[in-house]
């Protein structure tokens, strides 16, 4: 008698569950061929189906759903707006759920540890603090609330991220939703860019597809379905899983699909005209070459190529592309030359002036946009916050170094954690130059790479003596390793 199907159990929740989405599809039957379909009713749909499965699933349909709540970053601008001031992101709203389902499922409950690393713990005091404009009455509430729910965002993230990759196949999983995920935001940014015509065929999702010229020349592209050219953020952070993914697939078939997306990815992020991301490839690329060189020379050196000589043929197709560079690297230099570095370098200047007058922080979202997460932080919520998030940053990077290169230099294999090293790099990046904060759509991926890491970093052994003996008992690199007690760290 058949007691499963796909892994998830035959019983009441499944029937139940099964008869809810027969139902829904009646309904939504009914309602297009009434009122026609538009982004919103896609996303309704796609969010009660994640719902469904994680409610319905219990064990199962949390993993699974968390899966699905990674392709839910692919939805971009698209929120559903409480108020004028008060948009909630879908993927939020999942993300939460799957938490409160983590606590009520007694197993995942059981091995759930809800503690963290000492730099978050005395990071989360000055979300409090940051309150503190409200005392006098007349605080803009709803954008406070909207930043400090942004932060408050990692830390389900890390809980849930820590349960579900008990298993070790769920980190194939993962990778593979982030990675797809982004090469098909890459793949209809491009399509928008040079079938411009695709705005009459899909009316409700896209609404302009024309590019954008800078100050140089030079055409952006707009990534409309995700909802702008920041689409290109989430590519630069899923762009390393390739490594790990050619090396789990190691077919020609399913190292070609890798490809294909990593070529969709580099040339969307080109496009996408934001010379910070432009750096940030180059340095992930330098990195690869000096820490896999050893390894993957051949492979490394060709892809370098295949980047190089797309790049140059594609400068006669996006013009001002040298321009572009030269004002990027002006602007890197403090001497920008168009407005959007000034007034990207006024801002921080700004932000600076703010820190030095009100060290102890000026409230939630008094900053505005500052185009740096770290000076953001400094000038909202005070100097030693700033500092904090800072070193939590630079203790994470400095920890996953440490635990790759001594494995990179004895040629043992640590894919996953090389690009996991690159993401990071990506994620250093993101929150340096561009600030993600702001907004959950930006800001999700952003923490999604960082749980994973702090999460690598818990199953792996972090004493130097014992890395040796680790790499000879679990060849595989995303093996969860059981500790002692008197090695774990506490999240």
Not at 109 to 116: E, Y
Not at 363 to 380: C, E, I, K, P, R
Request: proline share 5%; glycine share 8%; charged share 10%.
């Amino acid at each position: 008698m058949i007691e499963r199907i796909a892994g998830f159990k035959l019983g009441k929740s499944f029937f139940l569950g099964l008869a809810l989405v027969a139902v829904g599809g009646v309904g939504l039957y009914l309602y297009a061929d009434r009122y026609g379909l538009s982004y919103r009713e896609l996303i309704v749909v796609s969010a009660l189906l994640i719902v469904g499965v994680i409610v319905f699933g219990r064990e199962l349909g949390v993993r699974w759903g968390f899966v699905l709540w990674v392709l839910t970053l692919a939805l971009g601008y698209r929120t559903v707006e409480l108020t004028r001031d008060l948009p909630i992101h879908p993927s939020e709203v999942l993300l939460w759920l799957l938490l409160v389902c983590v606590l009520m499922q007694r197993r995942l409950a059981a091995s759930a540890r809800l503690t963290f690393q000492v730099w978050l713990w005395m990071f989360i005091p000055f979300w409090v603090l940051a309150w503190w404009p409200m005392i006098g009455g007349g605080a803009p509430w709803a954008q406070m609330l909207n930043e400090f729910r942004n932060f408050v965002l990692l830390i389900p993230l890390i809980i849930v991220a820590s349960v579900v990759l008990q298993q070790e196949r769920y980190w194939r999983y993962l990778l593979l939703a982030f990675f797809f995920a982004s090469s098909c935001i890459a793949l209809m940014g491009i399509l928008e860019y040079w079938f411009p015509e695709m705005d009459k065929l899909f009316p409700a999702f896209i609404s302009n597809t024309k590019p954008s010229l800078s100050e140089e020349g030079f055409a952006r592209a707009q990534f409309s379905f995700w909802g702008g050219p920041q689409a290109t953020f989430i590519c630069v952070l899923a762009l390393p899983s390739c490594i790990v993914l050619a090396k789990w697939w190691p077919t020609w078939v399913k190292r070609g699909a890798v490809a294909i997306g990593l070529l969709l990815q580099v040339l969307a992020i080109y496009i996408g005209g934001y010379r910070s991301i432009w750096l940030v490839l180059l340095v992930q690329v330098l990195t690869a070459c000096l820490l896999g060189l050893k390894k993957h020379g051949v492979i490394v050196a060709l892809l370098c190529f295949v980047v190089a000589f797309g790049g140059y043929q594609l400068v006669s197709l996006v013009p001002r592309t040298n321009e572009r560079a030269i004002s990027g690297i002006a602007a890197l230099q403090g001497h920008p030359t168009d407005s959007s570095a000034t007034n990207r370098q006024n801002r921080a200047l700004g932000a600076l002036s703010r820190t030095i007058e009100a060290p102890f922080g000026n409230g939630w979202s008094t900053a505005g946009w500052v185009h740096s997460d770290f000076l953001q932080v400094a000038a909202n919520l005070g100097i030693v916050a700033g500092l904090i998030f800072l070193g939590g940053f630079l203790y994470t990077l400095v920890r996953l170094g440490r635990r790759i290169l001594p494995n990179l230099k004895a040629g043992e294999h640590i894919d996953l954690g090389l690009s996991l090293l690159l993401s990071f790099v990506a994620v250093g990046g993101l929150l340096a130059m561009e600030g993600v904060s702001v907004l959950p759509q930006l800001v999700l991926p952003v923490w999604f790479v960082w749980a994973l890491t702090e999460t690598w970093l818990r199953q792996t052994v972090e004493l130097p003596e014992v890395n040796d003996a680790v790499a000879n008992a679990y060849p595989k690199p995303w093996v969860a390793i059981p500790l002692p007690s008197s090695l774990k760290t506490g999240v």
